[in-house]
């Protein structure tokens, strides 16, 4: 359990973001620092796809022929 920030606290920030696709993920028995293999890879994949987002509404993919 994460002592120095509260699970609520996460939830109480994603009610606040504008926007459809907000997602949070809490993770039982994780540290603050989320630093064992499988969280640094739940990371990893979460920066990934954001990367993924971003990446396409900057350079829109155009529509084959």
């Known amino acids: 359990m994460d002592q120095e920030v509260p699970w609520q606290t996460a939830l109480r920030l994603q009610e606040r973001i504008v926007g459809h696709d907000v997602v949070v993920t809490l993770v039982k028995n994780g540290t603050h620092r989320l630093s064992e293999p499988l969280d640094l890879k739940r990371l990893t994949e979460a920066v990934s ?8 509404i900057m350079v829109p993919v155009p529509p084959e022929n």
């Open 49 to 56: 796809d954001l990367i993924t987002a971003v990446s396409e």
